[in-house]
């Protein structure tokens, strides 16, 4: 599908879907944000416009309206550049479609699957009926910040408190950070870490870009396990409006035991009541390791269903791979730091 507006006459008194370029759709997308309180930070401006500028994302929009209102929408945008693919949204957790109600959302998406010529389609966040396919391995784990702090830290599980024992014995601290310094940093760190678990990380150009459009609202933190003088263990965290969300985390090997607990904990007392809640992001069901890490500390999952048509992927999930993507994920660990540093430019793309 190019960019060129794309308009499909639909027979009887169903409305009109239009599939045109975001420029030329924009007060009406950012209205439509601002009134559905499902909209997100994957839905608005300053993570549309880092897309952007780090990958090139110019996202369409798939519009149901009528009498010049908009009823339902979807972004959808170019993701793996060899495949023929559009993905409501690349490099994004999850992007659903907004609608004004569920017969709206619901026509969107069966005028979607009706497209002749169409691409292959993926919505993230979305369980989509007939002829669509679902996948229900994704779950979305929050944390309600809304309470006092000490009613966040009663609830978390006895083993999280025994691992910030364990981190605050050892002499681990944790500090807050603003600065473009501070996301240089966590580049090295997330480096290091993604090598580790066996995949690409996003470029340093991509984090640059984060950090220069959401610190122009002040909605960008970056916060640091110490140990011995020596930063350990990082998590990014961005604000849309009440709502924070830990974005990226990363820690170095061998680290003290409770670090990455004790940073998630630091911003949920620094944050507790003065914000809505705290995102953890999507996690595979079947990463029963971090998923335990979420609930201990008190986080509760939802169901984040992927839909695709005509068809599923063979591959979905870089957190459960097998094949020839699991050969290549134990290369890419005992790869040279500097060697996956160049490469993350040219393979990450690939993983929209």
């Not at 966040?125 to 009613?151: C, E």
Request: hydrophobic fraction near 40%; proline fraction near 6%; aromatic fraction near 8%.
């Amino acid at each position: 599908m190019n960019q060129v507006a794309t308009q499909l006459r639909v027979v009887g008194r169903e409305p009109e879907l239009k599939i045109v370029p975001l420029e030329r759709a924009r007060a009406e997308w950012d209205a439509l944000t601002g009134s559905r309180p499902e909209a997100t930070l994957y839905h608005r401006g300053p993570w549309l416009e880092v897309l952007r500028r780090a990958f090139g994302v110019r996202p369409q929009v798939a519009i149901i309206g009528d009498s010049g209102s908009t009823r339902a929408a979807c972004l959808l945008a170019r993701g793996n550049p060899i495949r023929r693919s559009l993905i409501s949204l690349p490099f994004s957790d999850f992007c659903p479609p907004l609608a004004a109600n569920d017969s709206a959302r619901e026509s969107l998406l069966s005028r979607l699957a009706a497209i002749q010529n169409r691409p292959r389609l993926e919505l993230r966040g979305v369980a989509a009926g007939y002829p669509w396919n679902v996948l229900d391995h994704f779950q979305r784990w929050t944390l309600d910040l809304s309470r006092p702090f000490q009613a966040i830290e009663k609830a978390a599980d006895r083993e999280t408190r025994r691992h910030l024992r364990r981190a605050r014995e050892a002499g681990v601290t944790v500090e807050c950070s603003r600065d473009a310094e501070a996301m240089d940093f966590f580049f090295n760190l997330q480096l290091e870490s993604r090598r580790r678990l066996g995949v690409p990380s996003q470029p340093l150009k991509f984090f640059r870009t984060v950090y220069e459009v959401f610190a122009q609202s002040d909605s960008i933190e970056v916060w640091f396990a110490m140990h011995q003088g020596e930063r350990i263990a990082a998590v990014v965290v961005l604000r849309d409006g009440n709502d924070l969300h830990a974005k990226w985390s990363a820690r170095v090997a061998g680290s003290p035991d409770g670090a990455s607990h004790l940073i998630f904990m630091s911003i949920a007392e620094h944050h507790a009541e003065k914000a809505t809640s705290l995102d953890f992001g999507r996690t595979d069901s079947r990463n029963r390791g971090l998923s335990r890490f979420k609930r201990e500390l008190g986080a509760t999952p939802t169901d984040l269903p992927y839909s695709y048509f005509p068809l599923m992927p063979t591959v979905t999930s870089a957190e459960n791979l097998t094949g020839v993507w699991q050969t290549a994920s134990r290369v890419w660990r005992n790869l040279p730091l500097p060697v996956t540093r160049v490469l993350n430019n040219v393979t990450y793309r690939y993983l929209a």
